[in-house]
């Protein structure tokens, strides 16, 4: 019996002496680094120490997502790529960088690091910057027309902004956001559109800003075109807008016949669009003008059609550079055959009832 209790007992130390102790279990933690975006822009490509967390160069952290890796604890910069994806543009601008200071991350902590517009970075250029500054804006130039004409062929630092048929009517702007930065002059060409009869629309070609416009990276300039703007032309007169636009040549044609006139032309220019099909009507005009720094219609007669036969006036036509002129058919117009006879408008209109 004793050498039972004797048994008993030390089984009862042995089990005593080999119940675990709990805080002697070694529990395994994870080192991790969650990258928190609370900044108003999207990030990709973030890397530290090697390690990517995103899978591509299209894969984004938005504002206010965070994204959380496993990680070997140690010390890096913390680098990423700020993306710009603005509403209605196309293309994505995108901007390198890194932490100003390296991030640090301890066995079995799980660090985080939050990114927000004021982080200071190191951008591309290798400056101090906040994420704000870093992020890639589009250097754009918006181009406003508030003058009382319209505009066409517009141009800057050999971009074209309006390109011919098109224009920039009064009250109306263009913007082109995905410009190079640079300074030059603005050229452009003066549109006058059809307002009358046989008025075909012209362009006055050779006018440009008497000032440059300078446009820098990332920046969004502005100009605005009114009618005082300093311009100098080709021949580099200078003048405003205005007054420039005004100098145009036109020769207006009046009809103040009882007939319907056709075939009219002068200085190689129709006012009625088809010789035989289209008319001056009576008590009407037409219009015709050219571009003042490319004219060169002096002391010419006007041609006109009766039957089926060609005149020309007896009277002829002068147009300066920028002058503007009318002339007036009537019954006692005379005119000239191919033989060099002369006889009236109304005279030869009567041959043919």
């Known amino acids: 019996m004793k050498k039972f209790i004797y048994m008993l007992i030390v089984f009862a130390l042995i089990f005593t002496s080999c119940t675990p102790d709990d805080t002697s279990i070694n529990i395994t933690t994870f080192t991790t ?13 973030i890397r530290w120490n090697g390690i990517f967390f995103t899978e591509d160069s299209n894969s984004f952290i938005g504002p206010g997502n965070s994204i959380q890796k496993t990680v070997p604890h140690g010390s890096g910069y913390l680098h990423l790529v700020i993306v710009s994806m603005e509403i209605g543009q196309s293309t994505i601008l995108r901007s390198a960088c890194r932490t100003q ?12 690091f939050v990114i927000l517009n004021n982080t200071i970075v190191i951008n591309e250029n290798n400056i101090n910057s906040t994420v704000e500054d870093a992020a890639p ?23 074209l902004f309006v390109v011919q048929p098109s224009v920039l009517l009064s009250g109306s702007n263009i913007v082109e956001s995905t410009l190079q ?30 000032n440059t416009l300078v446009v820098e990276k990332g920046k969004s300039i502005e100009f605005i075109f009114t009618n005082n703007t300093p311009l100098e032309d080709e021949d580099g007169n200078l003048d405003t807008l205005n007054n420039f636009a005004n100098r145009v040549a036109t020769l207006t044609i009046r009809n103040d016949t009882a007939y319907r006139l056709n ?6 220019s129709n006012y009625t669009t088809a010789p035989n099909g289209s008319y001056l009507e009576p008590a009407t005009v ?12 002096a002391n010419l007669p006007i041609k006109i059609r009766i039957g089926a036969y060609d005149y020309i006036t007896a009277e002829t036509v002068s ?3 920028w002058d503007k002129e009318e002339f007036v058919f009537n019954n006692s117009t005379v005119l000239i055959d191919n033989d060099n006879n002369k006889k009236t408008l109304y005279e030869l209109i009567s041959t043919l009832n």
């Open 33 to 45: 680094l969650k990258i928190k975006n609370e900044s108003s822009y999207n990030v990709t490509d």
């Open 286 to 297: 037409a219009h015709r003008r050219w571009s003042n720094l490319h004219f060169s219609g």
């Open 181 to 210: 930065e640079g300074n030059g002059n603005i050229t452009f060409a003066f549109y006058y559109p059809d307002t009358g009869f046989a008025d075909m629309g012209i362009y006055n070609y050779g006018f440009r800003t008497q």
């Open 101 to 112: 200071s390296p991030i640090t991350v301890t066995e079995g902590e799980q660090g985080e």
């Open 137 to 159: 804006k589009r250097t754009s130039l918006t181009i406003k027309n508030e003058s009382s004409h319209v505009i066409s062929t517009l141009r800057w630092n050999g971009q």
């Open 263 to 268: 075939g009219i032309t002068w200085n190689n």
């Open 319 to 321: 147009v300066g550079k």
